[in-house]
T-cell receptor, first 114, second 114 residues
């Protein structure tokens, strides 16, 4: 069964550093998403991406965050000038259609900012 | 904006017990409703969804959920749980327009004792 894969599974970084979280969505999917879950809190929407541009983003997705699809397979989330409050589990997801809401999630990348 | 409430944070059951997990949402328009499950060490995966039609929807592994519009509820049920159902369960809602992205509840951890 095709699946969304994410790397790294755990990233530890110093505050102020830049991190890149990588995702390989399911190959025939066209819509890509990042969500995050701070420990003990809800899974929150960050951004959706389609046709090489951001479709929607939440207020969490400030100008330190960026997404990119540098090639035909990877979908990356970059966080510049990391803050302690960026520590969370980051989930990548993809879907074949836009409005079905049937997202396929990766296993997550845990980011720890020290 | 929509919101989702899951009132049970942790539910502990013995095998063969019946399960009902509560989910209430707030949104003024038409909604799509979902239950996702996350087994230990695995990714979020779709359990079942409601878009329209029969308000009683059946999902994988014997789970079902009933959409009661008047109560803004979408409770998850299973008549007889198994140890393998131990997981975290997330209710999610998707509205329309600016509320188009999935909004998750805080999750319910289900532990089934053998």
């Amino acid at each position: 069964e095709p699946e969304v894969t994410q790397t790294p599974s755990h990233q530890v970084t110093q505050m102020g550093q830049e991190v890149i979280l990588r995702c390989v969505p399911i190959s025939n999917h066209l819509y890509f998403y990042w969500y995050r879950q701070i420990l003990g809190q809800k899974v929150e929407f960050l951004v959706s991406f389609y046709n090489n541009e951001i479709s929607e983003k939440s207020e969490i997705f400030d100008d330190r965050f960026s997404v990119e699809r540098p090639d035909g397979s990877n979908f990356t989330l970059k966080i510049r000038s990391t803050k302690l409050e960026d520590s969370a589990m980051y989930f990548c997801a993809s879907s074949r259609e836009r409005n079905t809401g049937e997202l396929f999630f990766g296993e997550g990348s845990r980011l720890t900012v020290l | 904006a929509q919101s989702v409430s899951q009132h049970n944070h942790h539910v502990i059951l013995s095998e063969a017990a019946s399960l009902e997990l509560g989910c209430n949402y707030s949104y003024g328009g038409t909604v799509n409703l979902f239950w996702y499950v996350q087994y230990p060490g695995q990714h979020l995966q779709l359990l079942l969804k409601y878009f329209s039609g029969d308000p009683l929807v059946k999902g994988i592994k014997g789970f079902e959920a009933e959409f009661i519009k008047s109560k803004f509820s979408f409770n998850l049920r299973k008549p007889s749980v198994q140890w393998s159902d131990t997981a975290e369960y997330f209710c999610a809602v998707r509205g329309s327009g600016s509320a188009r992205q999935l909004t998750f509840g805080s999750g319910t951890q289900l532990t089934v004792l053998p």
